[in-house]
């Protein structure tokens, strides 16, 4: 039903061609954002490609004073034939650029799959943010990049987001960040797949690289001229 819900809706959306986006103008209480969050629909992505299943991303506060937080993303990905999975994971460092904790610099990668890993250097700008967030209740949060390249509508609950309010979150990203929502898939969330690895041992990893990180980047972080308005 949902994924019936996101694409035909795209037609009567813009297909604005977008170059940079802003983050929400709402703060963001980075203790209320930690924890699970299940992607209900994405932009195709090559970490997250059309057919993923089970997609979702876990929030840490792991330097509350610096604001960095840890974010381990899970999914299973259809493999080439189409007909088994395979497990992926990417863990990065956020560490907050603007007073509303709406921007972030992200900075490192640990990437993981069945076969293989690979960890990224640190990146001092702008390319990771909080686009839409439900500040009442926190049940859903929109995230998407400085581009528009990719974006990701998460709910604490993989049913917890009706076809109405799927279609409401979509109208609004569209109208305040110019996003072409005809490139979002929904997000099947299937029972009876093995159980993900849990994320806190990758998030203890963050915590440990989170002191390195913001003595080797913060300073740069700091003083990096990102205007964010």
Do not use: C
């Not at 986006?21 to 970490?47: C, E, H, M, Q």
């Not at 390249?149 to 979150?169: C, F, N, T």
């Amino acid at each position: 039903m949902l994924r019936r819900v996101l694409r035909p809706l795209n037609m009567l959306l813009s297909d604005k061609v977008l170059t940079e986006s802003k983050p929400s103008p709402v703060p963001v209480d980075l203790a209320r954002l930690v924890g699970t969050w299940y992607v209900i629909g994405n932009f195709a992505t090559a970490f997250q490609p059309p057919g993923s299943l089970n997609a979702r991303s876990t929030f840490a506060l792991v330097d509350a004073d610096a604001r960095v937080l840890s974010i381990v993303d899970q999914l299973y990905v259809p493999t080439r034939d189409a007909k088994t999975y395979e497990y992926r994971q990417l863990t990065a460092l956020a560490m907050a650029r603007n007073d509303t904790n709406t921007a972030f610099a992200l900075a490192g990668h640990n990437f993981q799959r069945d076969d293989l890993s690979w960890r990224g250097l640190a990146i001092a700008e702008v390319n990771f943010l909080i686009l839409d967030v439900d500040a009442a209740n926190y049940s859903y949060v929109v995230v998407g990049d400085t581009l528009g390249l990719d974006a990701r509508i998460m709910a604490r609950d993989p049913d917890g987001i009706s076809p109405d309010r799927v279609r409401e979150i979509m109208r609004r990203i569209t109208k305040m960040h110019g996003y072409n929502t005809d490139r979002m898939y929904a997000t099947n969330h299937l029972p009876g797949l093995d159980p993900f690895p849990s994320a806190a041992d990758a998030v203890s990893e963050s915590s440990r690289r989170a002191e390195s990180y913001s003595v080797r980047v913060g300073h740069e972080l700091a003083e990096a001229s990102v205007e964010i308005v």
